[in-house]
């Protein structure tokens, strides 16, 4: 079907900040790559609704209220975020004065976001399909109504709202702010922001919270050319991300002088990494930089293995610390498991025409899956 109007938001690879962002005011870095959640919105007559995402084979039909954009319809659990996010837009359109039509959105993936396993079961890929939808399907359903995504940073915060109402948890929120501004250093915005936000919120509660100062802070950093990204998958069973942050956060309780005493190591770390490839981005002594970027790099990565071993969860266990150190030897500048780590995927820079040689070694290995995905740095596209 054709669409009135189509917005689409991208994948990220988290590289400095994994479990440590989830404190503030440490920070992130994450950079968006060249796969997509698309979403497009067509209007219908007489406050109809439709809600697809055919490659779930979801679909779900209600209604709209013209004047609230309060959504009257049943979602399988497939559909629970994209309707979410649906009904937290047309609410915040509602909060405009606007008159709301009826709404038929629909949602892909790029296939990068999922990848086939055996006896033919599907795995995400752990480049963030979930905060890209939320993004992609607010900026579409805001584009149609003509209503600005900037003021107030409305679209970043109407997501991260959306994401918190639909998953009942209030994450760091690193992945939707990349969906939305692209490649950047992140500090978290305070938990108390979404705590208190009721469930059965008013259009006026929605309005203020949008209007307000949240406390996070997004510092755009495009990665330097000088690296290419290689990212791959591991065929099997992968890390719960929920589970994982439920395991250091229960080191946490036990133990919380020793984790804050580490988890400020992790962030120095990262602050010397981030500062490296600042320098890099103005063009400021490379080889140095460089050198600065690894070694800070690879600290805040054996710290974080650390982290795992405490908190008894495989963030990094000493197989893939192997892949990682061989990876280093066959073409990779740097390599890590993103994000929460595990068993989930593995992702590399690489320097002077490398990368290739990095594929090459990873096609090797049994049960790993090369996925052909590049670094764009841009957030999402309407």
């Given at each position: 079907?054709?669409?009135?109007?189509?917005?689409?938001?991208?994948?990220?690879?988290?590289?400095?900040?994994?479990y440590s962002v989830l404190e503030r005011p440490n920070i992130g870095f994450v950079t968006t790559v060249n796969a997509y959640v698309h979403a497009g919105v067509k209007s219908l007559d007489d406050g109809m609704l439709e809600?697809?995402?055919?490659?779930?084979?979801?679909?779900?039909?209600?209604?709209?209220?013209?004047?609230?954009?309060?959504?009257?319809?049943?979602?399988?659990?497939?559909?629970?975020?994209?309707?979410?996010?649906?009904?937290?837009?047309?609410?915040?359109?509602?909060?405009?004065?606007?008159?709301?039509?009826?709404?038929?959105?629909?949602?892909?993936?790029?296939?990068?976001?999922?990848?086939?396993?055996?006896?033919?079961?599907?795995?995400?890929?752990?480049?963030?399909?979930?905060?890209?939808?939320?993004?992609?399907?607010?900026?579409?359903?805001?584009?149609?109504?003509?209503?600005?995504?900037?003021?107030?940073?409305?679209?970043?915060?109407?997501?991260?709202?959306?994401?918190?109402?639909?998953?009942?948890?209030?994450?760091?929120?690193?992945?939707?702010?990349?969906?939305?501004?692209?490649?950047?250093?992140?500090?978290?915005?305070?938990?108390?922001?979404?705590?208190?936000?009721?469930?059965?919120?008013?259009?006026?509660?929605?309005?203020?919270?949008?209007?307000?100062?949240?406390?996070?802070?997004?510092?755009?950093?495009?990665?330097?050319?000088?690296?290419?990204?290689?990212?791959?998958?591991?065929?099997?069973?992968?890390?719960?991300?929920?589970?994982?942050?439920?395991?250091?956060?229960?080191?946490?309780?036990?133990?919380?002088?020793?984790?804050?005493?580490?988890?400020?190591?992790?962030?120095?770390?990262?602050?010397?990494?981030?500062?490296?490839?600042?320098?890099?981005?103005?063009?400021?002594?490379?080889?140095?930089?460089?050198?600065?970027?690894?070694?800070?790099?690879?600290?805040?990565?054996?710290?974080?293995?650390?982290?795992?071993?405490?908190?008894?969860?495989?963030?990094?266990?000493?197989?893939?610390?192997?892949?990682?150190?061989?990876?280093?030897?066959?073409?990779?500048?740097?390599?890590?498991?993103?994000?929460?780590?595990?068993?989930?995927?593995?992702?590399?820079?690489?320097?002077?025409?490398?990368?290739?040689?990095?594929?090459?070694?990873?096609?090797?290995?049994?049960?790993?899956?090369?996925?052909?995905?590049?670094?764009?740095?841009?957030?999402?596209?309407?």
């Open positions: 079907m054709g669409f009135d109007t189509e917005a689409k938001a991208p994948g990220k690879i988290l590289w400095l900040g994994g809600i697809r995402a055919p490659q779930l084979g979801a679909a779900s039909h209600g209604r709209v209220d013209p004047d609230t954009g309060f959504l009257s319809v049943a979602a399988p659990k497939g559909l629970i975020l994209l309707k979410t996010s649906v009904e937290v837009a047309m609410r915040y359109v509602a909060c405009k004065g606007i008159r709301l039509k009826g709404l038929s959105i629909e949602t892909r993936n790029d296939p990068a976001f999922s990848y086939a396993v055996h006896a033919g079961k599907i795995a995400k890929s752990g480049l963030g399909s979930s905060a890209a939808v939320s993004v992609a399907s607010i900026a579409a359903v805001l584009k149609a109504y003509n209503v600005s995504m900037s003021e107030d940073d409305a679209l970043h915060k109407l997501a991260q709202t959306a994401h918190s109402i639909a998953t009942g948890k209030i994450g760091s929120g690193f992945d939707i702010a990349a969906a939305v501004h692209g490649s950047i250093i992140y500090r978290r915005y305070s938990p108390g922001v979404l705590k208190g936000f009721p469930a059965a919120y008013s259009n006026e509660d929605l309005r203020l919270l949008i209007s307000r100062k949240w406390d996070y802070k997004i510092e755009k950093l495009a990665l330097p050319m000088a690296f290419s990204l290689s990212f791959a998958n591991f065929l099997g069973e992968g890390m719960v991300t929920t589970a994982a942050i439920g395991s250091v956060s229960e080191f946490k309780e036990k133990e919380p002088g020793r984790y804050m005493e580490l988890i400020g190591k992790i962030n120095s770390e990262n602050e010397g990494a981030v500062n490296a490839l600042r320098n890099l981005a103005n063009g400021k002594d490379e080889e140095n930089n460089l050198a600065l970027f690894k070694s800070a790099f690879e600290r805040g990565r054996l710290l974080t293995k650390q982290l795992g071993t405490l908190s008894r969860v495989g963030i990094e266990d000493d197989d893939m610390t192997k892949l990682i150190e061989e990876s280093t030897s066959n073409g990779a500048f740097v390599a890590k498991l993103p994000g929460a780590g595990g068993r989930d995927s593995i992702a590399a820079l690489s320097l002077n025409g490398n990368a290739g040689k990095l594929v090459e070694f990873w096609r090797t290995r049994k049960g790993m899956k090369v996925l052909g995905i590049k670094i764009v740095n841009e957030g999402v596209i309407y």
